[in-house]
């Protein structure tokens, strides 16, 4: 399944969407009023622009071993919930790569989540006080397998919020849910997600 698709110029797209109920353009919201209406399901349109200084580069602490073990340790449960949700499943490996390989804080995220001290839980490292009570259902972030359901549900919605969604833009809201271009971690998303690099 691929994530991409013809879309309609932004224009169109955001003509469109504000016949729809309750439709908001979240184009140029902050980054909490564009979580406070994710969490809620509330339907919004992002235009993320593209960015040539976006560094697709390695930070120092990267650890490709990390993210490949961890990625397809859990494969059959992104598998499974990105089949759920309509979702291609690269995207959400290429996420949680990104995330395990370059964000584990040399051990330190492993011990908070074990003491329940984190504020970003792994595997996903999403936000439980943030994204925790989604749509009305409360997930368990310390619950791998509800973290990695949640995680990708908010993916989705993500991806349904951007306009032409790419993964760089995808990965880019993911890491920072108020960006008006792509990041880096979104370059980082898409060279993990051209690659496979979880399959090598």
Do not use: C
Request: net charge positive.
């Amino acid at each position: 399944m691929s994530m991409i698709s013809t879309r309609p110029t932004l224009s169109q797209w955001l003509k469109k969407a504000n016949t729809l109920p309750m439709t908001m353009n979240g184009t140029n919201m902050s980054g909490e009023e564009r979580i406070k209406a994710l969490v809620k399901g509330q339907p919004i349109v992002i235009n993320v622009e593209d960015n040539p200084q976006a560094n697709n580069q390695w930070p120092l602490s990267h650890s490709h071993t990390l993210g490949e073990t961890i990625v397809n340790k859990y494969s059959p449960l992104i598998d499974k919930y990105a089949k759920q949700y309509d979702l291609d499943a690269n995207i959400a490996k290429a996420i949680l790569y990104n995330e395990i390989s370059d964000y584990h804080r040399f051990g330190l995220d492993y011990l908070g989540d074990l003491t329940n001290k984190s504020t970003s839980t792994l595997p996903m490292n999403i936000q439980g006080k943030t994204w925790g009570n989604y749509k009305g259902k409360q997930y368990d972030t310390y619950n791998p397998e509800q973290n990695i359901e949640l995680g990708i549900q908010v993916i989705k919605q993500i991806q349904n919020s951007i306009h032409n969604p790419t993964p760089e833009k995808v990965g880019t809201v993911w890491n920072r849910t108020g960006a008006m271009e792509v990041n880096d971690f979104g370059a980082r998303t898409k060279t993990i997600y051209d690659n496979k690099l979880w399959e090598k």
